[in-house]
């Protein structure tokens, strides 16, 4: 893996992370999973009881719902880099509060650094209003794509909303066949 010694330091470093109150309750830091040299990355807002229980995202049940969406697209966690806007476990799986997202905000743009995806795909509204603007409006602007900085933007449910209401799972079927279609047309690596 290229830039090896500058994942490590800046995993070191967010491992020792005090800047918020979320960096004193948490079991493990939930810093990131999958390919660091993907052309796709994926944001979510914040680790659940069972991310910070394994210090790796997305692996309760929105996570088995995620792995599945990607499997309709024939991507893997292998295959895409997953992080979170924030990498504690905000209490009771509550929003991450604006001044924690602050805090986290150096730690996820040094991860979107090295990887340097082409693809960032926001999961939720949270990470939407975070990356591609403040006022972003999942239900309305979910599958759209934005252009920021040189690289592709688009924000779809969030797994956990899924499970919560299935009937906008068509919607986000609908969001990652824009995915697919975007992924032939701009990365040079087959997916």
């Not at 995620?66 to 806007?85: F, G, H, P």
């Not at 991860?111 to 939720?124: A, M, N």
């Amino acid at each position: 893996m290229k830039n090896q010694e500058a994942w490590d330091t800046l995993r070191r470093e967010c491992a020792g992370c005090q800047g918020c109150e979320l960096g004193r309750t948490r079991s493990n830091l939930v810093f990131g999973v999958g390919n660091p040299e993907s052309e796709i990355m994926l944001i979510g807002e914040g680790p659940g009881e069972q991310e910070d229980l394994q210090g790796v995202p997305f692996v309760g049940p929105a996570g088995k719902l995620l792995d599945s969406m990607l499997q309709m697209i024939d991507l893997d966690r292998n295959k895409v880099y997953i992080a979170n806007m924030v990498k504690c476990r905000p209490p009771r799986n509550r929003d991450p509060q604006p001044a924690e997202q602050v805090a986290c905000r150096g730690w996820l743009n040094r991860q979107i650094e090295l990887v340097d995806p082409k693809i960032i795909v926001c999961l939720g509204r949270i990470a939407a209003m975070g990356i591609i603007k403040d006022d972003f409006r999942i239900t309305r602007e979910h599958g759209q794509w934005f252009t920021l900085g040189g690289r592709m933007y688009m924000a779809t449910y969030h797994p956990s909303a899924l499970l919560r209401d299935p009937s906008k799972r068509p919607e986000a079927f609908m969001d990652l066949r824009a995915l697919r279609k975007e992924i032939r047309e701009i990365c040079t690596r087959t997916y």
